[in-house]
């Protein structure tokens, strides 16, 4: 079945403490993406992806690096110079182009606990 | 900036219709989404409709897109309890970067 996956569901992290979220998809997607959430806030783009080995800034991207050597994966790495690292991480992947419908596939989330 | 806003809350009794309400500013949007979050889970796409149409009905859902007042909104006939959720609104402009902007979502508690 195709899809989006994103490992672990749970993370845990001591300050200062860097930690690589997973997410994977299968569906063929040239475009991903990370948000983050937070209670009674909508998502937040951390980063996105168009194309393997290209990415961008989202609006919050400090604090966090990735990575697109493959077209399948987008890691997303929380490193200690992120402050409030706190959340409910999510990873999407949607098609491109200028014509057709953007639905976003999402991943089922990692929630990061900084302890 | 680009925004998208909806009230945070909703209550309504098992069998009656909700009504979930959104606004957004950017008149460029091309996409509107509906997407359901249920629980520590991720977001589930329920409909979209494009800037075109005043109206989709799919089912127990009925999207309705006011393109003047720039105001969208969600109708769910005969609620159910499994459709206790959040419900994210997002506009979205296809070509190159499909970036989409979400709404704050509106937590719908369905009681009996």
């Known amino acids: 079945d195709g899809g989006i996956t994103q490992s672990p569901k749970y993370l845990f992290r001591k300050e200062g403490q860097n930690v690589t979220l997973s997410c994977e998809q299968n569906?063929?997607?040239?475009?991903m993406y990370w948000y983050r959430q937070d209670p009674g806030q909508g998502l937040r783009l951390i980063y996105y992806?168009?194309?393997?080995?290209?990415?961008q800034k989202g609006d919050i991207a400090e604090g966090y690096s990735v990575s697109r050597e493959k077209k399948e994966s987008f890691p997303l790495t929380v490193t200690s110079a992120q402050k409030n690292p706190t959340a409910f991480y999510l990873c999407?992947?949607?098609?491109?182009?200028?014509?057709?419908?953007?639905?976003?596939?999402f991943g089922q989330g990692t929630r990061l606990t900084v302890v | 900036g680009e925004d998208v806003e909806q009230s945070l809350f909703l209550s309504v009794r098992e069998g009656d219709s909700s009504v979930i309400n959104c606004t957004y500013t950017d008149s460029s949007s091309t996409y509107l989404y509906w997407y359901k979050q249920e629980p520590g889970a991720g977001l589930q796409l329920l409909t979209y409709?494009?800037?075109?149409?005043d109206m989709k009905q799919d089912q127990r859902l009925t999207v309705l897109l006011n393109k003047k007042d720039k105001h969208l909104s969600l109708r769910i006939a005969d609620t159910q309890t499994g459709d206790s959720a959040i419900y994210f609104c997002a506009d979205g402009k296809p070509g190159g970067y499909n970036k989409l902007i979400f709404g704050a979502g509106t937590r719908l508690a369905v009681h009996p």
């Open positions: 999407a992947s949607s098609l491109q182009g200028a014509e057709w419908n953007t639905e976003a596939f």
């Open positions: 992806s168009q194309i393997v080995n290209d990415f």
């Open positions: 409709i494009f800037s075109n149409m």
């Open positions: 569906l063929n997607h040239d475009a």
